[in-house]
């Protein structure tokens, strides 16, 4: 268990708020998912087993608290701030799977972004601030990503934030419905000595880190 991962726990830089996913977000992440389940199907994770069933809403948050408290994961939504209302809206999610210390200090990162809001840089923004924590707070030395290469979009992400394409991962994942060949991109934190915000906003303001239930 790596017992550096404090959860739960939130960042933020300006608009943007990286937060954990709760039973009380259902409504609005049910909502979000069904308007974008065309747009999600074809890059989304599936059971290879016969009968394998996703879990319900409540079984799904659940997995990923146990496993946020033990260490390995951080199931984060990701929510903007809508100037005209001051709601927090969800945009979309990212979890950082996988974390291992030790002499590896590595994670895998994955996410996607509310169709609707596609272009406006949250997919980058909130993998660079993921990245960050990890290198930051937590010590971790690399970061990767893996995506189906017919994912036009998500390899943009990958190529803004200048992650380095280290070759195609046969049959890697399964993936609406099928084995799917996958490339692995990856990042290690003295490659981003200022942090990813820095290179990609070429901004200096710092992330806010708040933890604990809130």
């Given amino acids: 268990m790596n017992t550096e991962v404090v959860w739960p726990v939130s960042v933020q830089w300006a608009q943007l708020t990286l937060r954990p996913l709760s039973m009380h977000d259902r409504a609005e992440w049910d909502s979000v998912r069904y308007r974008n389940r065309e747009w999600l199907e074809p890059w989304e ?29 951080l199931p ?26 030790g002499s590896f200090r590595s994670a895998t990162l994955g996410y996607w972004v509310d ?7 949250i997919a ?13 707070q937590l010590n971790l030395h690399r970061m990767e990503i893996n995506i189906r290469p017919e994912n036009v979009k998500s390899l943009r992400v990958v190529q803004k ?3 380095r394409d280290e070759g ?8 609406s419905g099928h084995w ?16 990813l915000v820095h290179r990609f906003t070429g901004s200096d303001e710092l992330m806010t880190v708040r933890r604990g239930r809130f």
Avoid at 50 to 62: A, C, D, L, T, W
Avoid at 124 to 136: E, I
Avoid at 168 to 175: A, E, S, Y
């Fill in 45 to 73: 994770a599936s059971n290879p087993l016969p009968g394998g069933e996703p879990p319900s809403y409540r079984q799904f948050v659940k997995l990923m608290r146990d496993q946020a408290k033990q260490g390995t994961s």
């Fill in 76 to 101: 984060w939504l990701i929510t903007e701030t809508n100037p005209e209302t001051g709601r927090n809206d969800l945009v979309g999610q990212l979890s950082v799977s996988s974390i291992t210390g």
């Fill in 115 to 121: 169709a609707e809001q596609a272009g406006r840089g």
């Fill in 124 to 136: 980058p923004m909130a993998v660079a601030m993921a990245t960050d924590y990890c290198f930051q």
């Fill in 161 to 163: 934030l200048g992650f």
């Fill in 168 to 175: 195609l991962r046969k049959d890697f994942l399964h993936i």
């Fill in 180 to 195: 799917r060949d996958h490339r692995s991109f990856a990042l290690t934190s003295p490659e981003v000595p200022r942090g």
